[in-house]
């Protein structure tokens, strides 16, 4: 009779906290430890855009703090802690001083998530639900290669919006307005070779 593998432990929020800088990224899933590189140019460039649009937006109204690959406490025991492109806490939900340095306990307002071309569809969706399950109320799913940005909410409903379409903020940030072919352009063309 063989002995079955060794069973990894499960690591809580805190341990992954402790786990030192280095160049990839990690979320918890249930306790186990997920690993991925770090995004590409792109991807960070439409991150980046996204986080100043939004910040744009809520800083001038006092309405909390867009953050960049922030990580959040999903859930616990076992936990779950991921770290989204970019997201938004609304100013009533803000973490105390002394909570500020760690992981957010619960779920961002708003997340946003930018597709790489090596995310796989099956667990796109089950981050989607993940961060609803959680509390967040609207997550923005970001295709760049075809300039459309899904929005869904925690009843279940999906809005595809084309590039040519208005994204909006729903309940969760009133008044937000951009047309999506604003917030996620064609990437650039690289100068030809001597210019």
């Known amino acids: 009779m063989s002995t079955p593998p060794p069973v990894a432990p499960l690591l809580t929020a805190e341990d992954l906290y402790a786990i030192p800088d280095d160049d ?8 186990r430890l997920v690993v991925s ?6 991807h960070g460039a439409l ?8 910040d744009g937006y809520v800083t001038p109204r006092g ?7 922030a990580g959040y406490v999903l859930r616990r025991a076992p936990d779950t802690v ?10 009533d939900r803000l973490p105390p001083r002394g909570r500020a340095h760690r992981f957010y306990e619960g779920a961002a307002d708003l997340v946003v ?22 509390g967040t109320a609207l997550v923005w799913v970001v295709y760049p290669e075809i300039r459309t940005v899904v929005a869904h909410r925690p009843d ?10 208005t994204l909006d903020g729903g309940e969760v940030l009133p008044g937000f307005a951009v047309r999506v072919a604003e917030l996620v352009p064609e990437l650039p063309d690289a100068p030809p070779d001597g210019a």
């Open 156 to 165: 279940g409903t999906a809005r595809v919006h084309g590039e040519d379409d």
């Open 113 to 134: 998530e930018i597709v790489s071309p090596g995310d796989r569809a099956g667990e796109l969706a089950r981050k989607v639900a993940g961060y609803l399950a959680a």
């Open 63 to 69: 309405l909390g703090i867009v953050v960049g690959e």
């Open 47 to 54: 991150a980046t855009r996204i986080t100043v649009a939004l």
């Open 82 to 91: 991921r770290g989204p492109d970019v997201s938004f806490v609304r100013a």
């Open 37 to 42: 590189e770090p995004p590409g140019w792109w």
């Open 24 to 31: 990839r990224r990690y979320e918890l899933v249930d306790g």
